[in-house]
């Protein structure tokens, strides 16, 4: 966790308390199905950047993984399914940890090897060859001197369940309970390891968009689903997903083990018929999700309960098959901009947001934009827009930096705050990006309607701005943010 939004010492020396205790964290799957992905090198240099301490790879790539060489990342490794078949023997496994992994540890930090993902669900034939892979591994490690660094597990979607709704029917497949996830989770514990879980509510809205809510799916709390057997009221799917799931590990007898959000997340675009895959909805439900762990939430069954979490994905997997939104998960672009803003280091922690007003969000320009679709955006914000550019007028707050991108970020949030935070206004030509992050510096304040005491200031002020001479309207501006 990290102690970034320490205003005054006393913050700071809480969240330095706090640190000990508090175990949530944020990762990133990065999946490499695609021919136009950055290299390792660069792709471990925007990690860095970014503030990202944990990623997942779905190999054991040494190549890949040696990229992280230095780094503070730590690694989830994987062995794939069509492999679990050489893991099986203690030998097999000894010359992989010997071989492969243990150079690999003297320089990159590697914390989990997944022994398959989604194989009962996915590759059911592999099935046989998991618990034996997962227990010669684990020798092969505990040999080695790394078992205590290392921890062994095995991926798994919500698939394995037979029920999920409400939580509290939490339950295994009956077909698989005895045979395959009992002996499974009786390994987890006695290694102590983790239970990993793929949950997306993504996928649940999609399959049962009629009775589940998209605020629900995006963790927004005006909606709300009762748990008939507990009564208690859930407040995301997530949340529930997860509930589910360690109902279910109770009525295995393993309450106990910890659970790791081993993929989740939101597609930035679709096929028609994915129309919530897009922009906005990844925004919200990744800046909530990643409230959620920052704030060491929890879920209702486990309150406060530190949760590790892995967004899926680092980048766009353009060679993926399926459906359009297989191929866009990602949250960076190949060049290592983000297509919206993500509060990785948990700057504005608190209430989950929403993107449709309720919440303080902001219009700004995208980073990749080019400055031609910049000074078009701007042109047109200014102009036929009606935007208040007063402020970005030389001798004003906002003029400096003197730059397409400073100017029609300022341009392009006025225009968007006057629409009502409307989404569809902050496109610009899909130069503009929706953020929770406050882009005001210095005396260039970037207004929010939602950081305003009600609506209808913000209403009577634009009127008056289109009225007045821009020098004014500055004035009034100033004077109105700096109550
Ligand atoms: C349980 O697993 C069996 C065998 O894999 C499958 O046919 C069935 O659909 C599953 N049941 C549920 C409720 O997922
Ligand atoms: C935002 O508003 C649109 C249109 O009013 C609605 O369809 C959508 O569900 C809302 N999303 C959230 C997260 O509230
Ligand atoms: C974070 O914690 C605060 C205070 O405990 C709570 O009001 C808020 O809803 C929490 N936010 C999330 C996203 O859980
Ligand atoms: C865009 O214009 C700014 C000055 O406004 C300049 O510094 C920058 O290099 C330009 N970017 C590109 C990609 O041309």
């Known amino acids: 966790m990290i102690c970034a939004r320490f205003l005054l010492l006393l913050n700071l020396l809480l969240c ?36 990202i301490s944990k990623l997942r790879i779905y190999d054991y790539d040494q190549n890949v993984i040696s990229a992280f060489a230095g780094t503070d990342i730590s690694l989830i490794i994987t062995i794939p399914n069509e492999e679990l078949s050489n893991f099986q023997s203690e030998q097999q496994a000894d010359n992989w940890v010997n071989h492969v992994l243990l150079p690999l540890t003297q320089s990159v930090k590697i914390e989990l090897v997944t022994v398959g993902v ?31 660094q290392i921890k062994v597990s095995t991926a798994n979607s919500m698939g394995v369940l037979q029920s999920s709704f ?18 499974i989770l009786d390994y987890l514990k006695a290694i102590g390891s983790v239970y990993m879980v793929n ?16 605020d629900y799916a995006l963790f927004d709390p005006k909606d709300e689903v009762m748990d008939s057997g ?16 360690y109902f279910a590990l109770e009525a295995m ?50 309150p406060g309960q530190p949760l590790n979490a892995y967004i899926f994905s680092l980048f766009n997997e353009d060679e993926k098959t399926g459906k359009e939104s297989e191929r866009n998960w990602g949250v960076f672009s190949v060049d290592g901009t983000s297509f919206y803003y993500l509060d990785i280091e948990g700057t504005s922690n608190g209430a989950p947001q929403s993107f449709n007003g309720t919440g303080a969000t902001w219009c700004v320009a995208s980073p990749a934009a080019s400055n031609e679709s910049l000074e078009a955006g701007l042109n047109y914000a200014c102009g036929e827009g ?15 930096p003197d730059s397409y991108f400073s100017h029609a970020s300022y341009a392009y949030n006025s225009y968007y705050q006057r629409s009502g935070d409307n989404s569809a206004a902050c496109n610009f030509g899909g130069s503009a990006m929706i953020t929770t992050k406050d882009p005001s510096y210095g005396a260039c304040i970037y207004p929010s309607d939602a950081l305003l005491p009600s609506g209808n200031v913000y209403g009577s002020l634009s009127t008056r701005i289109q009225s007045d001479a821009a020098g004014l309207i500055f004035i009034i501006t100033l004077v109105i943010f700096a109550i």
């Open 253 to 302: 007898g393993h309450g106990e083990l910890s659970v790791i959000v081993s993929e989740t997340g939101w597609p930035t675009k679709g096929d028609s018929d994915e129309s919530v895959a897009n922009v906005q909805n990844a925004a919200t439900y990744n800046n909530n999700l990643l409230m959620l762990v920052q704030n060491d939430t929890g879920t209702p069954r486990r």
């Open 166 to 183: 409400p939580p509290s029917s939490g339950a295994f497949n009956e077909s698989i309970k005895t045979a395959y996830m009992q002996p």
């Open 230 to 245: 507990t009564n208690i009221a859930y407040t995301s799917l997530l949340t529930a997903q997860l509930d589910a799931v």
């Open 118 to 148: 989604e194989v009962i669900t996915l590759t059911p034939e592999f099935s046989q060859y998991v618990l034996p892979a997962m227990m010669s591994i684990h020798t092969g490690l505990t040999k080695a001197n790394l078992a205590d």
């Open 16 to 51: 330095l308390a706090q640190e000990s205790v508090q175990g949530g964290s944020i990762g990133f799957c990065y999946g490499r199905k695609g021919d136009n992905l950055p290299s390792p090198q660069l792709v471990a240099q925007i990690a860095v950047k970014e503030s």
């Open 199 to 214: 949950a997306y509510p993504y996928h649940a809205y999609m399959a049962e968009s009629d009775d589940i809510a998209l």
């Open 386 to 400: 009606n935007a208040d550019c007063g402020p970005i007028q030389p001798g004003n707050p906002c003029f400096l």
